[in-house]
């Protein structure tokens, strides 16, 4: 008997990011000017190449920086790989919020958390991701320690610059991140804000199937899975169409799309509520063209990571899930029936080498990053949203009182701190932890989100008979 579930391990970058990458936070700000200096003091850093790069968010200087890094820091002697980060300067005596991301970081990488302190911001490519990857890529030096180590590296390297207050931010799995770095080297920062940080501790992790379907109401979750089948109802028409859209939109795609088509509209329950950026009645209707079909999809599940760069960008992330930090399951009974192909192997669908095994670690290093947080972490804000299916995975404190944990009502996966009911007692808790007030600046705008957990669709598995 086939089993009545669908499994995803994540909903999208592969989750996704929030990938509009990395969030931009810092609009409209103005700050002093560093000195002259400055670039050649940061190219002088042992294992550092800086080039100054043009800034943004009001920021006066911003540096791309190219850190070499061990590729198993138990062997400093070994092999080694060079890992992107990007600075943008404010002042070397101001705060500097630490993103220690947990994809891609690009040019235009921001933290709202840098605007609201008025500081300087530094964002790290995550070791593998395009831009830090290994060549060859040896695998088995992609973990959360080893990660861990290189973000304390790079903060070790510019506290000689930047001597103030260290923060650390990151939403998603870059707030996941942001918490496995304090967990390894917890002296690094004086706080941590992960937004919409989950913890999950199997491959395909059930605790989120009974918060999804509790979230919402039962009207419009019957209007989503009534789009759902009606798009499966209609594959063999919808599919010259959803092959089209990579076309039509300069992308390519060379995996079988029957797969890749299910699993997207698997998927699309997940990601219609994770991102609110539609409402029921944008939901095409059975009367308009196919391609207003496939369009409404697209957008929902932000299709592009399909494609063959996005899927090569979130290789890491494929195997991550898989061996360490797992994924959610996603509950499609009321699809069961409709759907016919195999989902694609992760060797093939991430193309990662036939031969690299991809074993679970039984969920060992998430659960002792969790019994870190209830017993020793603190002065850490986690914030979730209310409707974010990604909150049924929001982590458990244990009552921790040396943790602020938030979650907002009406909220989805790009809640931020600008967002909150409980805004100013965060701030004023963040103000008592850094030792001076801490206060909105007189503009500011939430950041956009960075990729959910990556992307679901090619992860997901038809248990078998």
Known sequence: MISTRLDTLGARAILLASLALEGAACGGATFPSGGEDLLLRLDALPGVTAREIAPHYGYPRAFELDVVQPLDHADPQGPTFTQRAYLSHAGEELPMVFGAYGYGATDQSGEELAEILRGNGLYVTHRYFPGSR?????????????????????????????????????????????????????????????????????????????????????????????????????????????????????????????????????????????????????????????????????????????????????????????????????????????????????????????????????????????????????????????????????????DNPRIVKVIQAGADHQVRILNLDRRDEVLAILGSWLGEPVTLPARSRVPGAEPALGPARGLFRLPAP
């Open 134 to 398: 290994p060549d060859p890529a040896d695998w088995r030096h992609l973990d959360i320690r080893q990660a861990a180590a290189d973000h304390h590296h790079i903060v070790t390297l510019l506290k000689s610059i930047y001597p103030g207050t260290w923060v650390s931010a990151g939403a998603s799995k870059s707030g996941m991140t942001a918490l496995f770095h304090r967990r390894f080297y917890p002296s690094d920062v004086g706080a941590t804000v992960a937004y919409v940080a989950p913890l999950m501790f199997e491959v395909k992790d059930e605790r989120f199937l009974p918060w999804l379907a509790a979230t919402g109401s039962p009207e419009g979750r019957a209007l989503i899975h009534d789009f759902q089948r009606r798009l499966l109802e209609h594959r063999d028409g919808l599919l010259p169409h959803f092959v089209a859209w990579f076309t039509r939109n300069g992308y390519t795609l060379s995996l079988p799309p029957g797969p890749l088509f299910e699993s997207a509209v698997v998927s699309y329950e997940w990601e219609f509520c994770q991102r609110r950026v539609f409402g029921f009645d944008d939901i095409p209707d059975a009367e308009e063209p196919y391609e207003a079909w496939v369009d409404h999809l697209a957008a929902a599940v932000r299709l592009h990571y399909s494609s063959d760069p996005w899927r090569d960008y979130f290789k890491a992330y494929a195997y991550q899930v898989h061996t360490q930090i797992g994924g959610a399951a996603i509950d499609a009974t009321h699809l069961r029936d409709l759907v016919r192909d195999e989902p694609l192997d992760p060797h093939a669908e991430y193309d990662l080498p036939p031969s690299l095994p991809l074993t679970w670690d039984g969920g060992a290093a998430m659960r002792d990053v969790l019994r870190w947080i209830q017993t020793e972490g603190d002065h850490i804000v986690l914030i979730y949203g209310g409707l974010d299916p990604w909150t049924g995975g929001a982590i458990d404190t244990a």
